[in-house]
């Protein structure tokens, strides 16, 4: 990994996501392997804007691999998704003299590493939130260590569920994309599945899903749904009055973004913070590093936003077999 | 074990809690080996009444020491309130000829047992309730269970709220009890925690409390709210209104309830389902099984029911001096 | 999914892998929405010979997405392995009348499958081994819980390794593949990590890996070793001898084929139990069922078995930049 | 808490145990509300006598009442069993004007602060050990995470046991005592449970056991086993040899020792660190923080260390009977 580049930043930025650090720390020594200074940005977009920086070096990331959320922190910024905020971040670059820059987030970071590439910065992403919505990659850091902080907690509330011949409606995260429901639905064995994709009709998506499970001999039901697809609030409401069952409602809320990350989300964290900085020394810009078919890859950040990702259909098909059972 | 008991009926009424599986397969083994029938009752008061019943050997509690909730479901019963329902399930008992009932469950489920103790049935109860709000006894088979949850559930919200430099608001199980809330507070290192046995004052043991602790550092703050202590939502309207954070509001629910019970309450719950049994087996009634001390005792249900259980005072000022910090 | 199929048959064999359970429900109840009916044939290919069989419906795999293990039992079959044990085999699915067998296992399964086609019974092989070492397919039922498992116990170990500031040494599962030791190591941040697929050599792969992190400062060092690489028992004699360190060996063995299967496990199984009875109804025999960049397929067995799985390069390249440090 | 002293020194020694990290921080935080200066001394009773401290501030203990192990290191140190080496460790706490220090760790800790109190200086002792064997306390910080670990562990085993129909032999920790064997043991529901407390007789304790099982209807076993009752090997060779089984051993190990405390640990080592600095600030010594009856109390160490430990009787008895079904 010969490079020209001698000084790189690393930045987490929107939602954290757990895996982060174990990315933070993959790019800091994969840089210090490679004789590349590694800089880190505090509070994302906001802290570059403000220079809020902290020296990165071995140590820094040490024994982080399996701790959630991130040592850098993280912010939202109204001020970087202005002309002069940008600016204003550029500057910071070149006053440090960071020949790029490690962007971990979601589409809200890509975005801004767009805007900051055309002032001349180079910058790379690492696709970063629990929502795995870019459509680029397979996969987005933090999903898995999410979807199964939801099992988990599912599986909890089935015991209490089952001993008391009850129903459940839990609400997960997805404001826009049903993937993490429809994943944690499956995995729960849920009786119904609601996700945003698809327009929300009690009678056919929770009536008659908890009506067959009955007449089978299930006396008790568990309902995920997506926040985008309905409020879990207004469907316990409707099943007590349509169907007279007295449901409990769960918001599982921001419990799913924390917790130690998975083996996965730290070995894939790790696989695609090496690759970002390999890319930065190689002299690309303007990249998002996205998995495949399980092979680490880079792409075009435009590229990689023009699209909206898809429920994948054979996983939706499986899901309305497998409810009201 | 030598006894003149024949057939014994075992049952769990009012919310389940981890370790009732426990606690009803040390009963049924216990019976087993000591020569003694023993008969499931499901759905608490309300299945005896109905005549509910299904037959334990010791394949019928295979595999469920791990298992949370019970398998012999939990139903609260109006009609066993009465006398006509008390004598109802005295019936049943005379019917199928049980010598003796173990009732799994918390106070409620006590009151029944003193209920048909005038009946003439004898009846031992073990107390098992995620409140721990027993008098007679140290413990209560679930509440580690529902601590450790509480605690897991927590110590993932806590990394995100540290990335984010946020505040939190956790409401944790407890209507008229704060030994919940106490415990996991002190556990999670909250930055303040409500208790119902205390007046709620937002000033002094919220505002106080967040400030003391943002003076000495901390950029995010747990506060860990029991349900009958205040509204966790209008702490959460507090704390925006009087201190212009944006805090995130988790109210834990029924998540607490259930989960593989921990080594703690598996070991309880077999210790007290095996005294149950030769309490029973000794001829005795209208006791509680109790431990004490690590010890396993028995003593009059209408004793251990007398009396209200306090807040460990002691545990209380350590929680005060380790809060805002 | 109309059907000329009437009857089939479900298996598991081979060492058992967590989400076995999750595939078998999905085989049962995809059958039973397709009025396609379903027999659960216990231990493997030994019990299609004996006829070692239970009927399943709905109810029968109730509460087992989350249950570890496998409620078909399994086990090894020599008799399974000579033509006379093949075709009692074929005689008891003829004596059934059985149209297919879904066979739930590793490539030792598969051959199995193989040869029982060969008889004229239609055979769908459903992928699940911890050791994700079948080539046709990315990824293997069991592997995702078996790699958190071992992750788990090695967070566990390294805290006590920090504490005392030493040297453990961690057996993982692996006779002839590296991909759990590589993906395990990665995930745990490892000092040094051993697989078969490399000749091992104590000074460049353990020693020089110890001295570079001992040199960047750290004082306590995690080496994993694939059983197939070297006996971690002599790795840490070695360690001793060479480096006067006294590690600590660790052998973590059965613990890793059990648990509560993860999301994922669960997930993928679930897919790949419905796309078998697919298979099967549409009259296809001689398949494997298999996933590739997060799309269910099915493949030809022969083929599927004709290649030897190898580890993949860039995550090799990355655990060797990412150890001794 | 008004007080004359005015600094302390607070250490972890001999073998780590969870809930060493909540000790050590309720000790800096209670030191720091009562204006008492804390010092960190590293790797135990060998630090002390070669000054290897650290200042500890509110800060310093931030985010580890959660974390595994002890952020002071431990270590065992033959210099200080002789006069010398403690007149040396006196002197350092002379030299640094420490009023009293906190001694964090198992028996040995003790008799090292023994020792050092006839030099003069004051020292009170909080037990963590996992072992649970100081007699003068109903608890031991670090028991609960073990033991649960260790549970969690057999109940993996447990899986892939029952679907293999096969014999499993688990060596947990306990060189001298079976309490954590027995706990263990009654958790999971073993087959049979070894404590060295019982002259190990394989035909009773193991053979009959077994035997009584197989014919209740068992195909699988758990036996578990102190590693100071017999040799887990050994155990396994015999049930080989005697009962024609092929079992499987596994030896937990250190896996025991780490991990993130329970709410217990936690709980008890915030409690106990409180009371420790409370002592020393009333101007006690040599004395050791016990929880008898749920409440924190203090005795002196001499009076703590003058028994043996034994395993509770009543227990024992509930074992013997659950055991073998």
């Known amino acids: 990994m010969e490079s020209a580049v001698k000084r790189i930043g690393v930045l987490t930025s929107g939602g954290d ?39 990165m070096n071995s140590g820094s990331v040490s024994r982080i691999i399996n701790r959630g ?15 002069e ?28 590493a767009q805007d900051l590439s055309r002032f001349g910065v180079s910058v790379v992403g690492v696709p970063g939130t629990i929502d795995n919505d870019i459509v680029c990659t397979d996969y987005t ?7 199964n902080t939801a099992v988990e907690c599912i599986d909890r509330l089935r015991d209490t569920m ?53 007449l089978g001999g299930k006396t008790n039901f568990m309902i995920v749904v997506a926040e985008g697809a309905a409020s879990a609030m207004d469907v316990g409401k409707e099943i007590k009055e349509h169907l007279g069952l007295d449901p409990r409602v769960t918001i599982l809320g921001h419990i799913q973004r924390g917790g130690s990350p998975t083996a996965k989300d730290r070995v894939l964290a790790t696989r695609m913070g090496y690759e970002a900085v390999r890319v930065l020394a190689e002299g690309m810009t ?19 936003l023009a699209m909206k990702k898809t429920l994948n259909a054979e996983e939706f098909e499986v899901m309305t077999v497998m409810t009201g059972v």
Request: glycine content about 12%; hydrophobic content about 40%; proline content about 2%.
């Open 162 to 214: 089952q001993s008391h011949e009850r129903c459940s409606v839990v609400e997960v995260m997805g404001r826009h994309a049903g993937y993490l429901a429809l994943y944690v639905g499956v995995a729960v064995g849920a009786t119904a599945v609601l996700v945003p994709e698809h327009q929300y009709d009690f009678e056919k998506h929770v009536a008659e899903k908890i009506r067959a499970a009955r």
């Open 286 to 304: 303007n990249r998002v590093i996205c998995v495949r078919d399980d092979q680490i890859v880079n792409v075009d950040i435009d590229e990689g």
């Open 17 to 55: 996501a757990p895996g982060m650090n174990a990315a933070i720390r993959a790019v800091v020594r994969t840089a210090m392997k490679n004789s590349i200074e590694c800089v880190g940005i505090r509070r994302g977009w906001a802290g570059l804007i403000a220079g809020d920086i902290c020296p």
């Open 141 to 147: 850091i933090g999903f898995d260590t999410a979807a």
């Open 69 to 83: 959320g991130t040592i850098l922190y993280t912010a939202r910024s109204d001020e970087f998704r202005t002309p």
């Open 85 to 112: 905020g940008q600016k204003k971040a550029a500057n910071t670059c070149k006053l440090l003299g960071l020949d790029g820059i490690v962007a971990i987030g979601g589409d809200g970071t890509f975005r801004g």
